[in-house]
């Protein structure tokens, strides 16, 4: 079984085809996926999603490019008490598609760890061009005491190292079978497999051979495959590793 570890399907592009979504995840032998929040406002669609199937499970928070949403510790430790919220995020900061004074960002970033170290459960990290920034809020809070993953990973393997000391994931998407990625994959190769998780991000960064198209969680066994051939290792194994690692993480039932 392979889990997807961070996709969005209640965004629009996917919300409407449920049914074939979750037709492809059954083929592909992907038999868990996490919907993540982005906003509190869209957060209930994300909660009824998580409760309407075993095989989903969901996060709360608000992802660092919507400015303009307060957040405080107490509401989003009561959102997260739901059984099937099983993290903090999508948080983090973003500074590729934001500029000028960003403390907001910040700040709410630190709310978000401070919420998950209140409830015990991870955190999902989002980082853009801020990776100093990202890693330096982490120690300062210490995200470490929950641990969580470094979504969507693309910064470099320094980057990698620090977020594994301090007890996070590193999880590679789609990305990685992009021909202009070779950077990247060289992270990939020298992240243990005890600490990776693979994703989709869906609806976005389809892996190859889908690039360009609408990203979903069955496409997640063609980034596993690409991390197998990577490391060099069987594709069952990344598929048993990283399923462990989730499980591990979230706290949730291998079964």
Not at 5 to 32: I, K, W
Not at 61 to 80: F, I, M, N, S, T
Request: proline content about 4%; some cysteine; overall charge negative.
């Amino acid at each position: 079984m392979l889990v997807d570890s961070h996709c969005h399907l209640d965004f629009p592009e996917l919300a409407g085809n449920l049914d074939d979504v979750f037709a492809l995840m059954a083929e592909n032998g992907v038999g868990r996926a996490l919907c993540v929040a982005v906003t509190l406002e869209d957060f209930p669609q994300v909660r009824a999603l998580a409760e309407s199937r075993p095989d989903l499970y969901a996060t709360v928070g608000v992802h660092p490019d919507y400015e303009g949403h307060a957040v405080d510790v107490q509401e989003l430790v009561r959102l997260a008490a739901h059984p099937k919220v099983i993290g903090i995020g999508e948080t983090g900061l973003d500074y590729y598609r934001l500029k000028g004074d960003l403390s907001w960002q910040r700040e709410r970033f630190r709310t978000h760890i401070r919420a998950a170290r209140e409830c015990g459960k991870p955190l999902v990290i989002h980082t853009r061009a801020a990776a100093e920034d990202t890693l330096a809020i982490m120690r300062e809070e210490r995200a470490g005491d929950v641990g969580g993953v470094m979504h969507c990973f693309t910064e470099s393997w320094e980057v990698a190292s620090a977020a594994m000391d301090l007890g996070f994931y590193i999880s590679f998407s789609g990305i990685i079978t992009f021909k202009s990625a070779r950077e990247l994959r060289e992270v990939a190769r020298q992240v243990p497999l005890e600490r990776a998780l693979v994703e989709t991000d869906a609806p976005y960064l389809a892996p190859v051979p889908f690039r360009g198209r609408t990203n979903q969680p069955g496409y997640v066994r063609h980034v596993a495959a690409e991390l197998a051939r990577i490391q060099g290792v069987d594709e069952g194994r990344v598929e048993a590793v990283t399923t462990e690692n989730f499980c591990r993480l979230f706290n949730v039932s291998g079964d």
